[in-house]
C-alpha cells in the first residue's frame, strides 16, 4: 500500500487523539486513560497522544481492586450510562456504572440516561415504538454532548467546554437524564 496517497494523509493530528468506546471497547478507553486490572494483566494502555477519553457502558472493576484500579486514570473521562443499563455479560449492575466516575480523580462528567439500557449507545433499533423514540433522544445528546467534549479537550475550545460543564447541557437534557461534572 502506498501510504502517501492516503485519503487521510495530512488530516490527523495524532498528537490529540481521543478515543471512545462501548462496553468492552469502553473497557478498552478506560485501559487507554491509566485503569488498572491485575486481572487482565494489561500493563499499562496508556498512550500519551490520546487526551481525553468517553466510555459508554464499560464494565465496572471487581470491589476487591476497586481502591486501585482507577487511581491511575490520568485523562479527563466523560463516563455515559443509563438508568436501566445492566450488563448483559457479567453482574455489573445499573447503579455500578458510576463507579469508575466517583473514583476518577481526574476531570470528569457522567450522563445517566433516564430508562437508557446497554444497548442505547450501539445505534440498535429497540423493539417497541415508545423506545424507539427514547433513543432518537439518547442519540441527540450522546452527540451534541460527545462533539462538545471532543472540541473541548482536543481543540481547546472554551465555549464546548463551558456548555459541556456549566450547566448548559444539562438544561438541554432536561428530563431524558442527569448530568455531573467534576473539574
Known amino acids: 500500500m502506498n501510504r502517501s496517497n492516503t485519503v487521510l494523509k495530512g488530516r490527523l493530528d495524532l498528537q490529540r487523539i481521543g478515543v471512545s468506546g462501548h462496553s468492552f471497547g469502553g473497557y478498552t478507553a478506560m485501559a487507554i486513560a491509566g485503569q488498572n486490572n491485575a486481572k487482565h494483566k494489561l500493563g499499562d494502555g496508556r498512550d500519551k497522544r490520546v487526551k481525553a477519553v468517553v466510555q459508554m457502558s464499560a464494565p465496572v472493576a471487581k470491589v476487591r481492586v476497586r481502591g486501585y484500579a482507577y487511581d491511575a486514570v490520568s485523562l479527563p473521562v466523560f463516563h455515559m450510562t443509563g438508568t436501566n443499563d445492566e450488563s448483559p455479560l457479567n453482574t455489573t449492575t445499573a447503579a455500578d456504572r458510576r463507579v469508575p466516575y466517583d473514583l476518577t480523580k481526574e476531570e470528569a462528567c457522567l450522563v445517566v440516561f433516564k430508562d437508557g439500557d446497554h444497548a442505547i449507545f450501539s445505534g440498535r433499533k429497540r423493539l417497541s415504538r ?6 432518537e433522544v439518547f442519540h441527540w445528546h450522546i452527540c451534541r454532548s460527545t462533539t462538545a467534549f471532543w472540541d473541548a479537550h482536543l481543540r481547546g475550545n472554551k465555549d464546548a467546554w463551558k456548555w459541556l460543564m456549566e450547566g ?4 438541554e437534557l432536561a428530563r431524558a437524564g442527569t448530568f455531573e461534572a467534576r473539574r
Request: glycine share 10%; net charge positive.
Open 130 to 135: 415508545k423506545a424507539r423514540g427514547q433513543d
Open 168 to 171: 448548559a447541557f444539562q438544561r
